[in-house]
């Protein structure tokens, strides 16, 4: 089956990910920019890693025959600089011209502060003009419920398309406000901390698989890039057919990034071919 | 060996994950029964299995359980 993984942090994993990925019919990563884990003090430091997400981690992907797409923001956790933010933000439109950038992300909410609330509002702001997707990040565990609100908020009060954005990292207590305002949604699969494969598909089951997107994140913290192969088994074990699968795993993938036409990789269908099997 | 603090702290992310988990699956099976319709008496077998597992949360939210409860809980599923 062919998967893509729409929200991967290539950086962080090993080629060995990438090789995994590969053999177990990933064919397309894209990849949010991060937070590297410690505040970063200076706009060239962002500017060398929206480089390197952009212009040589697809090298390395293409070596296993994966397409490798990306995103440019700052990390919500860094929106209390808002110097820093602005001087990055005037970085973006260049980034904007790159062959696999596909929009602005991972911009969000981390506590949901004052700075926070307007580097999101920012960043949506300057995609919006340049015509560009919008991923969003929503804040874990206690802060999710509170931080997706907000994130709610903040948008509701701008003029957007809301198919370009999509909100990420919804769980059982956030998915139903922003399918209903008409945003895209993503479940994030990790080990212990975010959804689990098993509640993924229970949402699926519940909520339907329209503007629905499904990842596994996968960065330089305890994470793992197959509970994304996890969950379509789980998806699988249920009784939901290959081309339902499809359908979640694949083509939705392709119908929300594919909003942008550097996205080119078209949904898929399969068929049985009408051959006879003669012993 | 850790302090109390340490357990509290090291263990509660793994163990919010686990009763997460435990929590989707009574919500799937109240799912999957609206789905059903009738069930032809299926409903009474995992209604048994089902109490185990609400007792089992009993036992594990005990504040002072009289054995551990990892011990009460293995010989309550050993009863199924």
């Known amino acids: ?279 | 060996m850790l302090a109390p603090s340490q357990v509290a702290e090291n263990y509660f992310l793994e163990s919010r994950h686990q009763l997460l988990e435990i929590a989707a699956y009574l919500d799937r099976y109240d799912a999957a029964v609206a789905r059903s319709g009738d069930r032809n008496g299926q409903a009474a077998a995992d209604e048994k299995k089902l109490a185990v597992i609400r007792r089992a949360l009993q036992i594990v939210a005990e504040q002072k359980p009289a054995q551990e409860r990892t011990v009460a809980l293995l010989e309550l599923f050993a009863t199924v």
């Open chain 1, 1 to 279: 089956m062919q998967i893509i993984q729409p929200h991967y942090h290539a950086i962080a994993r090993t080629a060995q990910d990438y090789e995994r990925m590969a053999m177990s019919g990933v064919v397309a990563v894209a990849e949010p920019a991060f937070w590297a884990g410690f505040d970063r003090k200076y706009p060239e430091t962002f500017i060398d890693y929206f480089r390197q997400i952009s212009e040589f981690e697809p090298t390395r992907a293409a070596q296993y025959g994966i397409r490798h797409f990306s995103w440019v923001a700052v990390n919500p956790k860094e929106a209390e600089n808002p110097t820093l933010t602005r001087e990055v933000l005037k970085h973006f439109p260049e980034f904007f011209a790159k062959p696999t950038v596909l929009g602005v992300g991972e911009t969000g909410l981390h506590k949901s502060t004052k700075n926070e609330c307007e580097s999101l509002e920012a960043h949506v702001d300057i995609a919006m003009k340049h015509g560009q997707l919008v991923l969003i990040h929503t804040p874990h565990l206690a802060d999710k419920a509170h931080g997706t609100k907000r994130v709610l908020e903040v948008l509701a009060g701008m003029n957007i398309d809301r198919e370009r954005v999509w909100i990420d990292h919804v769980e059982e207590q956030t998915i139903r406000p922003c399918l209903d305002a008409g945003y895209w949604v993503g479940f994030t699969l990790y080990p212990i901390t975010k959804c689990s494969p098993k509640r993924a598909v229970d949402m699926l089951e519940k909520y339907g698989t329209e503007r629905i997107l499904v990842n596994s994140s996968a960065d330089w913290g305890p994470s793992d890039p197959f509970t994304l192969q996890e969950c379509i088994l789980e998806y699988r074990r249920r009784g939901h057919s290959l081309q339902e699968a499809i359908e979640v795993f694949h083509n939705n993938p392709c119908r929300f990034l594919g909003q942008n036409p550097k996205f080119d990789i078209q949904p898929i269908r399969v068929e049985p071919v009408g051959e006879r099997i003669t012993a």
